[in-house]
């Protein structure tokens, strides 16, 4: 009968760090009318007004996403009479991409003009456009990080390492980048957006075969 082969199981992390080139930017509409009707035409124009504005500012058609338009009635509660519909509420949200960081503010600030009151900002997200780069930079320190640890082990058990007997990659994640509280103020200013770095982690778990 053989015996079967001493092994050393490591997990391993890495990260990497690069200057995000893309900005995801979720724009929403709320429009609360008396009718439905109103509502909902209302919005579309808003909805008209904002695209036209970043289309303005070259942002480019398939850049500009809409998730969602949801109508509903909203109600109040009224002593005698019960459930009152108060009005309608349309909204809808956008996701555009930025690929031009240095004019993001003004493109932002424009978008939120051409809203009004009705637009609302509901968050940022720095990334890559191109992250596979920066992902295998990732995982290449996450493998260091476990041969190194791995390889004292050995050492420390009188051992060597020997082959690898399996590599599992666990899943990734870009570090969260904190988006700014972006409420519309009474006259609309520029947002200033800057960059920054953002990373990405691996992590990889790696059994070896053990020598000696």
Same mark, same amino acid.
């Given at each position: 009968?053989?015996?079967?082969?001493?092994?050393?199981?490591?997990?391993?992390?890495?990260?990497?760090?690069?200057?995000?080139?893309?900005?995801?930017?979720?724009?929403?509409?709320?429009?609360?009318?008396?009718?439905?009707?109103?509502?909902?035409?209302?919005?579309?124009?808003?909805?008209?007004?904002?695209?036209?504005?970043?289309?303005?500012?070259?942002?480019?058609?398939?850049?500009?996403?809409?998730?969602?338009?949801?109508?509903?009635?909203?109600?109040?509660?009224?002593?005698?009479?019960?459930?009152?519909?108060?009005?309608?509420?349309?909204?809808?949200?956008?996701?555009?991409?930025?690929?031009?960081?240095?004019?993001?503010?003004?493109?932002?600030?424009?978008?939120?003009?051409?809203?009004?009151?009705? #637009?609302?900002?509901?968050?940022?997200?720095? +990334?890559? *456009?191109? =992250?596979?780069?920066?992902? &295998?930079?990732? %995982?290449? @320190? $996450?493998?260091?990080?476990?041969?190194?640890?791995?390889?004292?082990?050995?050492?420390?058990?009188?051992?060597?390492?020997?082959? #690898?007997?399996?590599?599992?990659?666990?899943? +990734?994640? *870009?570090? =969260?980048?904190?988006?700014? &509280?972006?409420? %519309?103020? @009474? $006259?609309?200013?520029?947002?200033?957006?800057?960059?920054?770095?953002?990373?990405?982690?691996?992590?990889?778990?790696?059994?070896?075969?053990?020598?000696?």
């Amino acid at each position: 009968m053989t015996d079967s082969p001493r092994t050393i199981s490591v997990t391993g992390s890495g990260s990497a760090e690069a200057e995000p080139d893309i900005l995801t930017l979720s724009i929403g509409v709320e429009c609360r009318r008396e009718g439905v009707g109103a509502a909902y035409g209302d919005a579309g124009r808003v909805l008209a007004a904002i695209t036209d504005a970043l289309r303005s500012h070259g942002v480019a058609d398939p850049d500009i996403t809409t998730s969602g338009l949801n109508v509903r009635a909203e109600v109040n509660w009224q002593e005698g009479r019960g459930q009152v519909v108060a009005g309608y509420l349309a909204s809808s949200v956008l996701s555009v991409r930025l690929r031009e960081l240095g004019t993001s503010s003004a493109v932002i600030a424009a978008a939120v003009s051409a809203g009004g009151n009705d #637009v609302r900002l509901n968050g940022l997200e720095l +990334g890559f *456009a191109d =992250p596979a780069g920066v992902y &295998a930079r990732a %995982r290449e @320190a $996450a493998w260091l990080d476990a041969r190194t640890t791995a390889g004292h082990f050995a050492s420390l058990a009188g051992t060597s390492l020997g082959k #690898v007997i399996s590599l599992t990659q666990q899943s +990734g994640h *870009a570090a =969260p980048f904190p988006a700014a &509280a972006m409420q %519309r103020a @009474a $006259a609309v200013e520029s947002l200033t957006v800057e960059a920054g770095e953002s990373s990405v982690t691996a992590t990889v778990g790696v059994v070896w075969e053990l020598h000696g």
